[in-house]
């Protein structure tokens, strides 16, 4: 498949791996059909996005990953604890506490019990608060991990250790990028890695969280945007119609064979291909954005409305990437840092009212997948960088409004498809939802769980930057077994 | 597919490996060509320099350990007698459980690996030391067989490879090429038609020299050369995390890109970066430099635990020292000993001892007022100017002067805030500090009296914003503590550690206080085996597409060995020699036959050296992201020549998003002259990148970056081919076309031509730009407004007498120019 001759940029970046038998197969691999810079322009230089063949046997092909950026409230959503809405009111225990570093809130807090309704639902008896009435409806159709902790509890550095593997901005790359790097993309005229970001604001991560860090930058996640062209310069220049636009690409393309011809350079030929793919991407991806052909039904189902900058348009909008092949979609949904410092941060209405724009479409979007027989090789993940405290956050434990703090400790997360179990709940937390009792999950755990699914062994998965080889779970991790 | 994977590492090796100069026995093995490298992958993850992850108390990577007697009784290796050596026992051996290494680690060593050991053995295993960490040795130059052909000493190590290999170098590129690709390398920029001209009717045999000369006396020179600093230092404008608030510490840019142009020695420059606050008498200036190491990121979200990011800036200035001046990937040491390196982890904490006694913390501060580039003299004016202003305003304002008084009395209270009647309800005596404040404040914005002095001050403080910045420097206090951490965690606190450096190094006199700038002393002390080199080796990986050490961020065991070591060390000790002169040492790079070559390539010389390690040709790789940009402009005629200043913001397309808990990501275009400056003055967010840098493999810039990876994406084919900022690019080119390019259309598209590619287009060429404007303009002669949109957004209106329609072709052809293979490309 690949000529000696075809490799020489690559090597430029990989020879180590070439020359080391532990990651060879995939680092070279990967990185030979997207570096490719070669004097073939066969097959391997039209699609640089080339589908590649896993460590292992795949259960999920493509992922979608709902990134609640702010941390949503676990108590008040899925972890119910009657024992902690017993005790509302009274002090934390001090043993609980100790020594442990919150972001606003110093002292002995009072315990806050959910101010929400719970209730079992499915075959499964899963609990979910009536906050979130739609996604209780597919709770069979759910994998929750609830004894899911993390180390950072501040957004920034926890939802970089979410996204990237590491709590710090080190330029390391995201999960995402990983994962195209790893497999590409099945589709020839999309980037294998999209993200969307809803709720007014970047996520905490800023655009780390979708960066190709130190892997080349074909791999970092192209961000779609609500307003103006989806894909950044993806419009021609106004007054410049697409029969101009395919005669000029025309004369580029002939000057560069002239100029290839003539200087003998394999890397024209790429060149050459990689204009194609953008004239294709050009058609392609407004095509792919625009959900108005979508029926009536459907986009009632998402609460999603042509046009509109929503959570909703964008989980419609990721399964239809999907089925286009497109290895990762990111959606980042801003606004899930429910302090109580102010009315909308208020864990009870408000909450309910935050959870209506999101609750709703993710219910849709999996039932959407499962309908289309996708859900079984797309993993749907939803999490946000960490949980929420027991107590009432420091700040405002006198306040009018009800808001807990950052929590690291514990918080509860969940997937769907991917090959997972359907309709089962892993790990506990104890009486007070503050410390996790049952299975503990890391954050490197979910990481390696989800390339596992993808048949990607994370302690394989590296890239060697700077004399190391590094990887995505850092030098952490474990696949979740109990849950596969 | 592995075979094609063997082969090309099977090119690669018989590419790298370099006969010895002195004929040694054909079977002689040479430890560090043949054995180091066998060691360092199979062996010493488990038996090299790290104490922590050692097996079996075997170590293999020195030779005393290694011939020690081991637990079991044997011995690894007995010298003179593999049989007797368990080490060629384990690696051969048929028994799972003795296998080595494990067969759970892939990779059983091939029979002429162990071939390798055994006769090493037999020869008597011996060792030496990397050679990145022993003294370059200036050698002589070789004999080649063209005596003719180099120009300079540079040339006869390239030729005598070459001459081994049995392979002809190219024919010199011709003139126009060379031009454009040395204005490119010095100045980042494409020539001027005019100084092409003026080059091809140069016939004095020194033509070529004076054009260097004048490249590197350019101030575009510093802007280049910066643009790549840049990089290695991790600048931003922004602190990074979360909300990544502003930072103003361009003036360290500026400091650097006259630095770069004065050529200040690089020992200097080195001494001034790191340490110039700890020089005698530092001047302001030197001062400035220390920024190099401010452009840490700081995490200013609530409830940060500052030590933690303190502590990760202090590492991060370990890391990146120790990778911009050393090669080596230092920061492996900091959780654990390197295992394949002799950097043992309290060496690493030993120079963090170092770093770890500056005043910042997790802060912005210290930060040092000082004035723009060259306007010292007028900041110290303006302020004095700005205190006076600011006593007399004062002086005017106090509540306890007469006037003042008569102003309470005189004035309307019923048009005045609640709040401030509040204040003037208490008798003066009873006011607090707070509420005369505030009531100044009132006065000052009301009252008519003092508009005149208010606007006095408010003028003098603005004039002097117009020459004063501020910049984040350096700033030496006792040192704190320095612990071992254990696994790289901060509070994990092991050994307190005194200042030292690796001792694998040269060595510092016993009686230096070990501070940053005795630490600088010793970085470029001619005793440094690594300095001088790894310098070298990035200039010349800027010029040729590739170091002669392929992973300049890499020098140790597990990096790639230099394809020409020889030269690599001549080099080194050149540029010593020169006096650390970085300018002489450019112009000796591309004063050489070696650069001068076409690049021009053979099938059969792509089959055999696909990546031009063996410089048989001349240098062709994609340029870096600023200078596509910066290119674009020029040929446009839009680039401005203003150097210096605050970032500014040129075209980008809104994104309607805010920064988590922040202010907008968007930002106003820059208006006039700042529209189009050079890419480096662009402000740079390190949370959202400026979006055509990244696209064209800039670093996002939180952490250190000593080489691009290159990529060609359709990403990169439609920023040029739609960001507005090349749209805007293509209509100043297509008006600078109808303006300078005569009166027939097959003029004007040579004109084009030859302003974005610096030569004349073939017939072959010239005929398909004559047919796309023909062509273009047919169609947009039907839609006249579609032709005013192409040739006016966003640039603006055209000039009177222009015909949209033929300006609209010529921004179509203009398009198209600035998206050729070869406009992107240094050929």
């Known amino acids: ?484 | 597919m592995p075979l094609p994977i063997r082969i090309v590492a099977f090119l690669m090796l018989t590419l790298l490996s370099t006969a010895p100069a002195n004929a040694a026995p054909p079977d002689a093995v040479d430890f560090a060509r043949d054995v180091r490298p066998l060691l360092s992958k199979h062996c010493l993850q488990c038996h090299g320099p790290d104490a922590q992850a050692r097996k079996g108390d075997l170590r293999l990577d020195d030779r005393e350990p290694a011939l020690l007697e081991l637990p079991t009784g044997n011995r690894a290796i007995v010298p003179e007698h593999p049989a007797d050596s368990e080490l060629i026992d384990r690696i051969t051996s048929d028994d799972d459980s003795r296998l080595m290494p494990p067969p759970k680690f892939a990779g059983r060593l091939t029979s002429a690996e162990v071939e390798t050991l055994r006769r090493w053995i037999a020869q008597g295993a011996h060792y030496s030391k990397h050679w990145a960490y022993v003294k370059p040795v200036r050698v002589m130059p070789p004999a080649v067989s063209n005596p003719a052909w180099p120009a300079n000493e540079i040339d006869q190590f390239i030729l005598y490879r070459l001459d081994e290999e049995g392979i002809t170098p190219s024919p010199v590129a011709d003139r126009e090429t060379l031009l454009r690709r040395v204005t490119l390398d010095l100045t980042g920029l494409p020539p001027t038609l005019e100084e092409l001209r003026r080059f091809n009717a140069d016939t004095s045999p020194d033509a070529y020299e004076r054009v260097v000369d004048a490249l590197l006396g350019k101030a575009a020179y510093g802007e280049r050369w910066g643009a790549v600093w840049l990089d290695l230092a991790r600048y931003g404008d922004s602190q990074g995390y979360i909300h990544d608030p502003p930072r103003t510490i361009w003036r360290w840019r500026d400091w650097l890109i006259t630095a770069l142009n004065n050529n200040l020695p690089y020992d200097q420059f080195t001494l001034e970066m790191l340490a110039g606050d700890l020089l005698p008498g530092a001047t302001t200036d030197q001062r400035i430099a220390t920024g190099f190491h401010r452009n840490t990121t700081n995490n200013t979200e609530g409830g940060s635990n500052v030590e933690e990011y303190r502590h990760a800036s202090v590492v991060d200035r370990v890391n990146t020292t120790m990778q911009v001046w050393q090669g080596t990937t230092f920061g492996c040491a900091q959780c654990h000993s390197h295992k394949y390196d002799p950097f043992s982890q309290t060496e690493y904490y030993q120079v963090f001892a170092i770093f770890n006694a500056t005043e910042d913390n997790n802060s912005e501060a210290p930060t040092l007022d000082v004035a723009h580039v060259g306007r010292e003299e007028e900041r110290v004016t303006r302020a004095a100017r700005v205190a006076v202003a600011k006593a007399r305003l004062d002086e005017q304002t106090k509540f306890t002067d007469s006037q003042s008084a008569s102003w309470e009395q005189g004035v309307d209270r019923s048009k005045l805030a609640k709040e401030i009647v509040d204040i003037l309800d208490l008798s003066a005596d009873k006011r607090t500090k707070e509420q005369t404040d505030k009531l100044t404040a009132h006065h000052r914005t009301t009252s008519a009296d003092l508009s005149a002095r208010q606007a006095e001050f408010q003028s003098a403080q603005s004039e002097l914003e117009r020459v004063a910045t501020t910049t984040l420097v350096m700033k030496e206090i006792p040192a704190r503590p320095t612990h071992v951490a254990i696994r790289g965690e901060f509070q994990t606190k092991g050994d307190v550690v005194q200042p030292g450096v690796p001792a694998i190094l040269n060595s510092v006199p016993s009686e230096t206080k070990l501070d940053r700038l005795a630490f600088a002393r010793w970085l470029v002390d001619p005793e440094n085996p690594l300095t001088a080199r790894v310098a070298v080796n990035r200039l010349w990986q800027e010029l040729f597409g590739v170091g002669l050490v392929e992973s300049a961020e890499e020098f140790g065991s597990q990096g790639s060995p230099p394809s020409h070591p020889e030269l690599l060390d001549w080099l080194a000790t050149e540029y010593i020699r020169l006096g650390w002169d970085t300018k002489q040492l450019l112009k000796k790079i591309v004063m050489s036959t070696t650069y001068w070559q076409s690049s021009r390539v053979t099938d059969e010389l792509q089959t055999r050296d696909p990546q031009n390690r063996l410089l048989a040709r001349g240098p062709r790789v994609r340029l870096p992201a600023e200078t596509v940009r910066d290119q674009a402009l020029a040929v446009a005629g839009l680039l401005s020549p203003k150097l210096y200043g605050p970032p500014v913001h040129p075209l980008q397309p809104k994104n309607g998003l805010s920064a988590a808990f922040g202010a907008s990501t968007d930002w106003e275009t820059s208006l006039g002259e700042d529209g189009h400056r050079r890419a480096l003055y662009t402000r740079w967010r390190r949370n959202l990148p400026y979006a055509s840098m990244i696209t064209f493999d800039a670093p996002e810039r939180s952490v250190c970056n000593l080489r691009r990876i290159r990529t060609n994406t359709p990403l990169q084919a439609l920023v040029t081919m739609n960001d507005p900022v090349y749209v805007e690019a293509a209509q100043g080119l297509g008006r600078r076309i109808l303006n300078e390019g005569g009166e027939t259309v097959e003029s004007r598209a040579t004109h084009g031509f030859q302003l974005a590619l610096s030569r004349s287009p073939s017939p072959d060429e010239l005929k398909r730009l004559v047919s796309l404007f023909v062509l273009s303009r047919a169609s947009l002669a039907r839609e006249p407004a579609k032709a005013v949109a192409l040739a006016t957004k966003p640039l603006g209106p055209l000039p009177a007498q222009v015909d949209p329609v033929d300006a609209a072709a010529w921004t179509v052809v203009g398009n198209v120019l600035l998206n050729l293979d070869e406009f992107l490309a240094k050929r």
Request: net charge neutral; glycine share 12%; proline share 6%.
């Open chain 1, 1 to 484: 498949m690949f000529k000696a001759n075809s490799l020489n940029h690559l090597a430029q970046v990989t020879r180590r791996h070439f020359l080391q038998d532990g990651s060879l197969g995939l680092g070279g691999l990967a990185l030979a059909s997207l570096l490719n810079d070669g004097a073939n322009a066969g097959p391997v230089a039209e699609v640089p996005f080339a589908p590649r063949q896993p460590h292992a046997t795949a259960k999920a092909k493509n992922v979608i990953f709902l990134s609640m950026s702010g941390g949503p409230s676990h108590l008040d959503l899925f972890d119910y604890k009657p024992e902690l809405v017993k005790r509302t009111g009274e002090e934390c225990p001090k043993s609980l506490t100790d020594g442990k570093p919150f972001a606003f809130t110093s002292g002995t807090p009072k315990l806050l019990g959910t101010p929400q309704k719970f209730q079992q639902f499915g075959n499964s008896g899963a609990w979910v608060s009536a906050a979130m009435p739609k996604v209780a409806e597919i709770a069979d159709d759910l994998t929750f991990i609830k004894s899911l902790s993390t180390d950072q509890f501040n957004h920034g550095p926890a939802e970089l250790l979410l996204l990237t593997g590491i709590p710090r901005t080190a330029g390391r790359p995201s999960i995402g990028s990983w994962v195209t790097y790893g497999l590409g993309s099945e589709n020839r005229d999309l980037p294998g890695f999209i993200v969307f970001v809803s709720g007014g604001a970047l996520p905490s991560s800023g655009k780390a969280g979708w960066g190709s860090g130190f892997l080349p930058s074909v791999y970092q996640g192209v961000q779609c945007r609500t307003g103006g062209d989806p894909v950044l310069y993806l419009s021609d220049p106004e007054g410049m119609d697409r029969a101009l636009r395919r005669l000029s690409l025309d004369v580029i393309n002939d000057l560069n064979r002239i100029q290839g011809a003539e200087l003998g350079n394999p890397e024209t030929a790429t060149r050459i291909a990689q204009y194609e793919m953008a004239f294709r991407m050009q058609t392609a991806v407004p095509e792919l954005m625009d959900i108005s052909n979508e029926p009536l039904h459907l986009l009632e189902d998402y609460g999603a409305q042509p046009g509109a900058a929503s959570f909703a348009n964008n989980c419609l909008l990721a399964r239809r990437l999907v089925e286009k092949g497109v290895r990762f979609v990111q959606l980042s949904d801003w606004g899930w840092d429910f302090h109580g410092t102010q009315a909308k941060e208020d864990i009870r209405e408000n909450l309910v009212e935050r959870c209506k724009l999101m609750d709703r479409p993710v219910a849709a979007l999996i039932r959407d997948l499962k309908q289309r027989g996708l859900l079984d090789e797309t993993l749907v993940v939803w999490m946000g960088e960490f949980g929420r405290t027991p107590f009432r956050e420091g700040r405002t434990a006198g306040g009018a409004h009800l808001g807990r703090d950052h929590h690291p400790l514990s918080n509860t997360m969940f997937m769907a498809g991917g090959g997972l179990k359907p309709g089962m709940t892993y790990g506990a937390t104890d009486e007070l939802g503050f410390n996790v009792t049952e299975n503990p999950v890391h954050v490197h755990d979910v990481q390696a769980t989800i390339l596992h699914l993808l048949g990607l062994d994370h302690l394989r998965l590296t890239y060697r930057f700077q004399g190391r080889d590094y990887r995505l779970t850092d030098v952490f991790g474990k696949v979740i077994e109990g849950i596969l």
